[in-house]
Every structure is written in structure tokens, then in C-alpha cells.
């Protein structure tokens, strides 16, 4: 049995890009998303359910993106959120951002 | 997946938001429990138990309470601004859309914006008066605290008389009860200048005048109550408009000696504009007080004016002027009894009973065009349910048309309410033109901001009360089945034609009720035109003299120069009759009224006082005026002050029938005003300031030669027009004293007519309203009719295709009319007969149930009613039948 790897916490004010780039290939539930961003980052990011929706809630309050009731693969009824036209353009410049901000930190790291 | 978003979002109705948080929260709680759900069932298949599975979901998610909340909160926030921003456009839709939809049909918009402009503006006028002469009779902060202080002297017949100065003073030791207290009494001086003596108009006061009306001096300062009482009492305040006119507004003028009466004052302040308070005063001067005048209770000369303390309530100071009274009574005698009236009442006086009939015509006239309004809107909307089917079928929902209805009825309202302000304007500025006079005194009424919130108001609700039933009633109509009908025949229900037929009715009852009144006013002002006031007012002029009591220092001197003048007077050509008088009928001279005693005749125990006015004429007096002699002679120039027969007195059939029933009154002494004297002749009585009073007061008349005699009335009877009199009183007086001022000048038919201005106003207002109300209702009868006969031409196709000839339609659409407006009649004589009672008080000589006015109210309504029908029945009747039913 591997060992797990090992389960790194959240930096800080990462949470929205994560949420936002989860939702940039479409319409997407909660517990969607929450799989998404486990898959994706192979187990590494910890994300709590309950810190997750409230990100979701407070970009959907932020118009970042929208959100409308539905049915999900498994015939319940879920409710599914959308990257609005601002949540789109705030995703670029974030991911921008993020990247500007890691080829940064990775530049100094690398000196060690 | 597929979601399905409801079409909730998209048509909210305005009750939207309260029901709100309720949803949001059970989405958020089924968003969660779906989440717990979902990852469960992925442990289960993991390999977990089902309640493990539960458990360790639960456990993964964290902190569930909180997150509950903060996504609610989050949602919260969203939603109030989404849905303040949606609202807001919806309403700039709604908008948009009643202004496109007005401009489709502009004749509609037309008729309802003119309809509700006249009504509003009717309102907004008599609105204005009110709060003019009512609510603001003067320039001053919270007139309400102002009170009149008067009183009743029972015992000698006196009732509701001004103030003694020391009882004013004795009022404003009561701090208690006031902050201040002042008395006036309205005055007229001859100011001398440069230019020759004019008469000048103003006020003596005692206390604290202008504290009590808390105005602030223009320029300079202003006198307070001590310069009554120490001596300083020869300083004047000027009016703004006396400064503009004596001063030629050079603030110089403060420090300025002024001649009033011959008598040098100093000037110390000018007052701001906005006073103007005794109506026309231009110049106020303190009362000169020595002690003695503060022993002198009789002298029943001022109005006092008091401003209350705060938490003084009317029946608390109703109460402690008892007390005061009585300490009165206790210390000096005489029987007083005080009592205090609202200030804005007790100037207001006759007005208020008038401007508040009106009040209640103006209301009936917005009533009757709300209704018209109302129908209109109705009509309109029936012609539009297809449009409104259309747009339901769309997608807006009831909520949503009902607003738009609404709003629609709110622009009319707008734009009708700004215009009926304009409206109201002109009309408020006709009103005070046409009181030029200041009969009434209207000249200082303007629109302030409180007409502007009335008229706001009014509007507002005209709009709901002529659009929430159509709109209601449009609601209640079958949409979807409009639709597939095409709009054809479902709308014309019979509880819609009935909301129309009923306004109908009541739009007659109320313009009958209107016409009911105006006629009896009309009917007392004929009574009033004709009745007797006991002399002849036509052709005669009068104008006021004053002589300065410093150069005319003796009875004398005095009678010379009127004896010359009237000599004079008497030769010039179109001259019939010409004489004097001191307290001129319907003038700004005051006779006062002081007791009276027979000579040689102790008065009874339990007797009533006898009381009685005098007044100072000249032996052609009588003659001059049209007064007849009934018994006795008149004075003769010989009853001077050196006749052997001493004083002599004539007295009216009042004065003979009240104190000497059943005795002949010649050659008995009485003691008056004027002295003692023996009586010589008994003349009519006349009416003396309103020609609707009952004749109470008895007068006796001195003899001009006989007494003092400085303010004196020139009374000329001549056919020659009042410029041409005037000019020759004018010369006869400056060819003996070229500095007097001849002042007041008009013929005595304007002096009974002013007197009779209130009642004028009422009469035009009220006859002006009815007319206009007729109007509006027979426009709405014809509406009405015109629309049904419009919707019921197949029908009438059909009955004439039968057999019906044009001369039954007429007949069917003539009786439906003529229903209506006997409805309408009936209603409107039941509500005539009770609400003209409301107006007893103001009619003369006709009861508040007069028949002939009740006839002729009703045939005009029947009358007109009839035009209104005849046009509609007679285009029913010209309809072809082949025509009529081919459109079907």
C-alpha cells in the first residue's frame, strides 16, 4: 500500500481561481466541482465541502457566476452553477495572475 | 442534463421580495442535502455501510450550520439588488410603454389630462385660499399658537367686544398662559410731507406687537410695549410699502421726524415685505398710557392678541380666562366674561364658512372627473383586451399588467395634476385680481409649498381612485379567452356596464347637488341686491375728511369749514343734495355703541341695559341719503352752540320703537354719546355695515354744528359719474385747506357692494363649479351612451333587419339615457336636500330646501341631460343594418 501523498492546506485567496477554473469547461454542481478540484490536483488540495460552497454562493453573489436548478447524471435535482460574462474575464485575469505569481515565487525557490 | 430554469425569474411580481427568503433558504438547504446525498452514495460504493458512509460525508463537509447561513446570507444580498435594479427598469418599461400607448390614442390622453386639470385645478385654488386665509392669515411662525382674546359684557347687551388697554396689560402678566400679548387698534393719520397731507392707514398698539407676531425689523429697530408707558410713544414703525411710497425707500428714513396729525413722531424701524398685518396697515405707533388711561376699563377699543406657551391647550386657556375674569369682576366690577378664538378663525370670520362650502364643491367637481376618468379608462381598456391578452399570452403576469394599468393612470394623474396646478394658478390669480379690493383679502394668498404637496396628493390619489377599479376589472376578464374570441363581445359583461352606468348616475347626482347649491346663492344674493338697507345707494358719493384736531381746536372752527365746504359743494352743477356725516353706512368708520339713558325715567330693576350708537350729521343728511323723516323736524342751521334750545337729537324708528313703545319720543331728553339733548324728529333706520344683518343697533343723531366733528364723511348725490364728483369734493375742500387729504372716495352702491364680497366670491365660485361639473357629467353621459350604442350596433342591425324601425332605436337608446340622468336626478335631490342644509347659514331669504331652486336645477340637469343622449340615439337609429351585422 502507497503511502498518500501528502495533503497540502489551501494558500490563501486561492480558493475562487480553483472554483471559477473548475467551471470554465461548463455547467457544473457543487459536489462536481468538489470532485474536480480532488481529481485534478490527484488528492494534493484540500478543499472542505463547506468552505467550497460558500465560495460558490459568493461568487453567485458577486456575479461571477450563475446559477439554476437542474437534473444531474444520476436523475437528482442539483443545482448548477455557470461562469457569468464577468465570471469568464475575472477567470483570465486571475489565472494570469496566478501564473505571473508562480513563475515568481518559483524564480526564488529555485535559488535554494 | 438539462436544466430547466423557471420562468419564475423572468416575470417577477411585485410582491416578489417577501416571499423570497423563505425559497432561498430551501434552496440552499436542498443544494446541501443533495451535496451529502451524492457523496454518500460514492462511499457506499466505495465499500463503506450506509450509515458510516452518511457519518463520514457529514464529517468531510465541515462546518454545515455555518455554511447554511452564509450561503443565505450571500443569496439575500443578491436578490435585494437584483430585484431593486429589475423594479426599477420594469417601471421605466411601464413607463415608456403608457407614454407610446397615450401617443397612439392622443385624443383619449387629451380628454382624461384636461378632465383631471380642470378638477385638480379647482382644488388646488380653494386649497390655496384656505391655507392663505386659514392656515396663514399672516407672515408669522406657528400661527396656530395665536389667539384673539374678546369678551361679553351681558349685562349691558355688549357682546363679543374688543379690549380695554389695561386688560391687555393684565393678559400679559399672565406668562403662565402667553408668551406675549399685544392689542391694536386700526388708526388713520394725515401724514404732511412735501407734497401736501395723505391719509395714511395704521395701527396704535399696547404690549409686545411684534413679539407677538415675531417679526424682525427690515431696517432700524422696533418699539416694544415700554414705549407706551415711559413717556416714548411718539416714535413710528413704517410698513415696508409706507417706506417705499412716503420714503421712497432711502434708509434714511430711520431717526426721520414725520408729521402724523400734525404731531411730530420719529421714525425708528421699517418692517420686512412679508408683514402685513392689520390688512393695509402702513404705519404703527405705540399707545401713549399715562396712569389715568390704565384706570380706564370701559374703553373697549383694542383686539388683543395673544401668543400661547407651549402646552397651553384652548381648553386650558378657556379655563384660566374664567379665573381671570372673575378676579376682574371681583376687583373692578362689570360683569366680564373673556373667551379666546383661534387667530386664523377669527379673521378669517364669514370667509371661513364660504372658502369650506367651496372646499366641499371643489372635492364633488375632482369626484365627478375622477368618475369620468375612470370610465374612460375602462372604455379604453376594453377596446385594448386583446392588446393586453396579447401580452399576457407573452409572458407578464397579472401582477405585472395590473402595475402597468396603474401606472398608466399615474402619468395621467401626473401630467393632469401639473397642469390643474397651472390651472389653479390662473385661477388663484383671477380671484385675487377680481378682489382687487381686498374685500376679502385673497391679495396674499400664493402657491406655497404645502399646495404644491396638496395638489401631489390630490393627484395621487385621483390616479388610484379613477384606475384601481378598470385596472381591477380588466383582471377579471378571461385573458386567454379574450384572445381566442378575438376580443369580441366577452368584455362587454354586464358587471362592467354596469360600473359604468353607475358612474354615470353619480357623476348627475353630484352636478345636480352643485347646481342645487349655487342656485340658492344665487337666489340669496338676488334677495340680498334687493332688499331694503333704509336709503337710496344709487347716485350718491361719499369720500372721508379728516381735520387735524391742532388747527380745528374748536367745535366752532370745526363746523365752519364744513358748513363752507358744503355750501360750496351745494352750487356746483349736477349737484343734488350734498351733507356730512361721522361714521358713513358701510365704511371704514366704526360708530360705537354707548349706553343710553331717558331723562326723567329711572330704569327698572331687571331691565335690560339700553344701548344704543350715535352718529354726528348735518340737517340735509337725511335728505341726502334717501332716509325718511318719519316724525318732527331735522337739525336746522340755527341748532348751533349758541341756541336757546340747547343740544337737539334725532333718532331712528329703531331707537323710538325700542325705548318708546307706544309713547310719542318728541320733546323728551335723552342722554347719549354726545350729551344730553331733546329729541326732534325720528328718521328710518338703515342697514350700517351688512346688508344681511338684522337691523339691531338703534342710533341717534347729533347735530354737526352742535358737537365735535373732526372726521367727517362728504356725502354728494349727484348723476354725474364718480370722477367728476369726486373732482369737485376734492376742489371744495382745497379751496378752504388746501393741505387736507381726501381720502376714500367711492360710491355707495361699491361700499354696499363690497360688503357683499364674500358672498360674490361664493356666488362666481360655486355657480363656475357647477357649470363646470354639469359639463363633465353630460360629456360622461355621452361617452357612455356613445360606447354602448358603438358596441350594441350589430344588435340594432339585427332589430331593424326584423322590423325595427329607426324611430324604436331612437327610442330604445333615448330611454336608456334617459334612465340614467332620472336616476342621477333622484340621487341628486336626496343628496341636495341633505347637504344644502350644511350651507343654511349662508342663504338670505330662501329656505335650504327653495323649490324653485330645487325645479330649475333639476329641469337644466333634465335639459341638458337630453342634448347629451339625443346625439348617440340619433346615430343609433341612422345605423344600416346590412352594414351593422356584416361587421359581426
Request: aromatic residues 8%; hydrophobic residues 40%.
Given at each position: 500500500m502507497a503511502l498518500p501523498r501528502p495533503r497540502l492546506p489551501l494558500l490563501q485567496g486561492s480558493l475562487d481561481l480553483l472554483v471559477l477554473s473548475s467551471l470554465s469547461g461548463g455547467q457544473s454542481h457543487g459536489f462536481a466541482v468538489a470532485n474536480f478540484i480532488r481529481t485534478r490536483s490527484g488528492g494534493t488540495l484540500q478543499v472542505e465541502d463547506a468552505a467550497l460552497y460558500q465560495a460558490l454562493h459568493r461568487l453567485e453573489g458577486r456575479g461571477l457566476v450563475s446559477a439554476e436548478w437542474g437534473v444531474s447524471e444520476n436523475n437528482r435535482r442539483a443545482r448548477f452553477y455557470e461562469l457569468t460574462t464577468a465570471g469568464r474575464k475575472r477567470l483570465g485575469e486571475e489565472v494570469t495572475n496566478w501564473r505571473l505569481y508562480a513563475r515568481a515565487v518559483s524564480a526564488v525557490v529555485q535559488g535554494v | 442534463?438539462?436544466?430547466?430554469?423557471?420562468?419564475?425569474?423572468?416575470?417577477?411580481?411585485?410582491?416578489y421580495l417577501r416571499r423570497r427568503r423563505a425559497q432561498l433558504q430551501?434552496?440552499?438547504d436542498e443544494e446541501l442535502r443533495v451535496h451529502l446525498e451524492m457523496r454518500t452514495d460514492e462511499l457506499v460504493r466505495q465499500g463503506m455501510s450506509r450509515e458510516a458512509a452518511a457519518g463520514e460525508a457529514r464529517r468531510q463537509f465541515g462546518d454545515l450550520d455555518y455554511t447554511r447561513r452564509y450561503c443565505l446570507e450571500q443569496g439575500t444580498r443578491k436578490e435585494t439588488r437584483m430585484s431593486r435594479r429589475l423594479d426599477f427598469s420594469e417601471l421605466h418599461q411601464d413607463l415608456r410603454y403608457s407614454v407610446r400607448a397615450f401617443a397612439r390614442k392622443p385624443g383619449f390622453a387629451l380628454v382624461a389630462i384636461l378632465t383631471l386639470a380642470l378638477g385638480i385645478g379647482a382644488n388646488t385654488a380653494i386649497f390655496s385660499l384656505i391655507n392663505g386665509v386659514l392656515m396663514r392669515p399672516v407672515a408669522t411662525p406657528n400661527p396656530e399658537r395665536l389667539v384673539v382674546i374678546r369678551e361679553d359684557l351681558p349685562g349691558l347687551?355688549?357682546?363679543?367686544?374688543?379690549?380695554?388697554?389695561?386688560?391687555?396689560?393684565?393678559?400679559s402678566a399672565r406668562t403662565d398662559l402667553f408668551t406675549n400679548v399685544t392689542g391694536y387698534q386700526p388708526f388713520a393719520w394725515n401724514l404732511s410731507g412735501s407734497d401736501g397731507g395723505v391719509r395714511v392707514e395704521g395701527a396704535v398698539t399696547v404690549g409686545d406687537f411684534f413679539e407677538v407676531f415675531a417679526v424682525r425689523p427690515y431696517l432700524g429697530t422696533l418699539y416694544t410695549s415700554e414705549h407706551s408707558r415711559n413717556g416714548q410713544h411718539q416714535v413710528v414703525v413704517f410698513s415696508y410699502g409706507a417706506w417705499q411710497t412716503y420714503a421712497g425707500g432711502d434708509p434714511r428714513i430711520i431717526g426721520q421726524t414725520v408729521q402724523l396729525d400734525g404731531v411730530p413722531r420719529v421714525v425708528v424701524g421699517v418692517l420686512p415685505p412679508s408683514f402685513q398685518y392689520p390688512r393695509n396697515a402702513q404705519v404703527y405707533k405705540p399707545a401713549n398710557l399715562p396712569p389715568q388711561a390704565l384706570r380706564m376699563r370701559g374703553t373697549l377699543s383694542m383686539t388683543a392678541v395673544a401668543r400661547l406657551r407651549d402646552r397651553v391647550t384652548l381648553t386650558q386657556l378657556a379655563s384660566q380666562l374664567g379665573t381671570e375674569a372673575t378676579r376682574w369682576n371681583e376687583q373692578y366690577g362689570g360683569g366680564k366674561a373673556l373667551f379666546a378664538r383661534p387667530f386664523a378663525e377669527y379673521h378669517a370670520g364669514r370667509l371661513r364658512r364660504v372658502l369650506f362650502v367651496l372646499m366641499g364643491a371643489v372635492v364633488m367637481v375632482l369626484m365627478i372627473a375622477c368618475a369620468n376618468v375612470g370610465n374612460l379608462q375602462l372604455v379604453r381598456t376594453v377596446s385594448r383586451a386583446r392588446e393586453l391578452a396579447v401580452r399576457s399570452a407573452l409572458g407578464a403576469g397579472k401582477g405585472r399588467i395590473l402595475r402597468q394599468l396603474l401606472v398608466e393612470s399615474g402619468v395621467l394623474a401626473l401630467v393632469g395634476g401639473g397642469l390643474g396646478l397651472s390651472l389653479g394658478a390662473l385661477l388663484l390669480?383671477?380671484?385675487?385680481?377680481?378682489?382687487a379690493s381686498q374685500v376679502i383679502g385673497v391679495g396674499a394668498v400664493r402657491l406655497d409649498g404645502r399646495v404644491l404637496g396638496f395638489t401631489a396628493l390630490v393627484s395621487i390619489l385621483a390616479a388610484l381612485a379613477f384606475g384601481t377599479l378598470p385596472a381591477l376589472r380588466a383582471m377579471r376578464t378571461d385573458l386567454q379567452r379574450t384572445l381566442r374570441d378575438e376580443g369580441r363581445g366577452t368584455m362587454g359583461s354586464i358587471g362592467?356596464?354596469?360600473?359604468?352606468?353607475g358612474s354615470v348616475v353619480v357623476q348627475i347626482a353630484l352636478a345636480l347637488v352643485l347646481l342645487t347649491g349655487a342656485g340658492l346663492l344665487i337666489r340669496s344674493l338676488d334677495r340680498l341686491l334687493d332688499s331694503d338697507i333704509g336709503f337710496v345707494s344709487a347716485d350718491l358719493v361719499a369720500a372721508q375728511v379728516a381735520l387735524p384736531g391742532v388747527k380745528y381746536d374748536s367745535v366752532s372752527k370745526q363746523s365752519a369749514f364744513y358748513a363752507t365746504v358744503l355750501e360750496r359743494l351745494r352750487t356746483m352743477p349736477g349737484v343734488t343734495a350734498a351733507s356730512i356725516a361721522w361714521a358713513l353706512?358701510?365704511?371704514t368708520q366704526t360708530g360705537d355703541s354707548n349706553p343710553l339713558e331717558i331723562v326723567g325715567r329711572a330704569p327698572r330693576p331687571g331691565d335690560p341695559a339700553m344701548h344704543a350708537e350715535y352718529r354726528v350729521v348735518d340737517g340735509d343728511y337725511f335728505r341726502t341719503m334717501g332716509i325718511p323723516l318719519l316724525r318732527g323736524r331735522t337739525f336746522e342751521p340755527s341748532d348751533d352752540m349758541t341756541s336757546a334750545a340747547g343740544t337737539v337729537i334725532v333718532i331712528d324708528d329703531l331707537l323710538a320703537r325700542q325705548f318708546f313703545p307706544g309713547e310719542d319720543p318728541i320733546g323728551r331728553r335723552i342722554r347719549h354719546g354726545r350729551g344730553e339733548g331733546t329729541v326732534i324728529g325720528v328718521v328710518g333706520s338703515i342697514s350700517q355695515r351688512q346688508v344681511d344683518e338684522p337691523r339691531q343697533k338703534a342710533v341717534s343723531y347729533y347735530h354737526f354744528r352742535q358737537t365735535r366733528s373732526v372726521l367727517m364723511a362728504i356725502v354728494v348725490r349727484s348723476a354725474r359719474d364718480l370722477g367728476a364728483v369726486a373732482q369737485m369734493i376734492r376742489a371744495s375742500v382745497h379751496e378752504s385747506d388746501p393741505e387736507l387729504p381726501v381720502y376714500d372716495i367711492a360710491t355707495m352702491e361699491k361700499r354696499v357692494d363690497s360688503s357683499l364680497g364674500d358672498r360674490r366670491l361664493a356666488v362666481a365660485a360655486l355657480a363656475g363649479f357647477a357649470g363646470l361639473s354639469v359639463l363633465l357629467a353630460v360629456l360622461g353621459l355621452y361617452a357612455v351612451l356613445s360606447h354602448t350604442t358603438e358596441r350594441r350596433k350589430p344588435e340594432m342591425g339585427v332589430r331593424m333587419a326584423v322590423g325595427a324601425s329607426p324611430g324604436q332605436v331612437l327610442r330604445l337608446v333615448m330611454r336608456d339615457g334617459l334612465l340614467l340622468s332620472s336616476l342621477g336626478i333622484l340621487f341628486g335631490l336626496a343628496a341636495a336636500v341633505i347637504l344644502t342644509?350644511?350651507?343654511?347659514?349662508?342663504l338670505f331669504g330662501v329656505g335650504a330646501r327653495d323649490p324653485l331652486t330645487l325645479v330649475v336645477s333639476t329641469a337644466l340637469i333634465a335639459g341638458v341631460t337630453v342634448l347629451g343622449t339625443t346625439l348617440p340615439a340619433w346615430r343609433a337609429a341612422r345605423v344600416n343594418p346590412l352594414t351593422a351585422m356584416r361587421s359581426e
Open positions: - | 442534463m438539462t436544466p430547466t430554469r423557471s420562468s419564475r425569474d423572468r416575470q417577477r411580481p411585485f410582491w430551501a434552496d440552499v347687551n355688549l357682546l363679543d367686544t374688543p379690549l380695554s388697554p389695561p386688560e391687555i396689560l393684565d393678559l390669480r383671477a380671484l385675487v385680481r377680481w378682489d362592467r356596464a354596469r360600473l359604468l352606468r353706512p358701510f365704511s342644509r350644511l350651507m343654511e347659514g349662508m
